[in-house]
């Protein structure tokens, strides 16, 4: 089992920035590669980004590939979004996910626990 808590989501304005941190319960957090999603208000969850089990590997969607960056930190348990140059289309609540096959898909089947989310606004 591994339980996740996001933090660091906030109300922003456009060209801003903010950090989002997943902090994880369990002493095999290094097992699992990590992933953020985020779903709008009537939109379906989608994948944001994605790091491997050492951090070597990440994956970004289009939408944020060049202002987004995906980090972790194994020895505090923690994975983090940096988030740059935000736009309102941003907007959304955002979740982190562990996926034990460790191979940081795309898809959120993929991913075996989530966090509750963090709202993140960003307005024009």
């Known amino acids: 089992q591994v339980q996740l808590v996001e933090s660091g989501g906030g109300l922003v304005q456009a060209g801003g920035s903010l950090r989002l941190s997943c902090a994880a319960s369990?002493?095999?957090?290094?097992?699992?590669?990590m992933g953020w999603f985020r779903q709008a208000p009537g939109k379906e969850r989608e994948f944001v980004a994605a790091i491997g089990r050492s951090g070597t590997f990440t994956s970004y969607a289009d939408s944020v590939k060049g202002r987004f960056t995906i980090s972790r930190d194994n020895a505090k348990n923690t994975v983090y979004l940096h988030m740059n140059s935000l736009k309102p289309e941003d907007t959304g609540v955002y979740y982190c996910?562990?996926?034990?096959?460790?191979?940081?898909?795309?898809?959120?089947?993929?991913?075996?626990?989530w966090g509750q989310g963090t709202q993140v606004t960003v307005s024009s």
């Open positions: 996910a562990a996926d034990g096959a460790g191979w940081g898909a795309r898809s959120r089947d993929a991913y075996d626990y």
């Open positions: 369990g002493r095999t957090f290094n097992s699992y590669a």
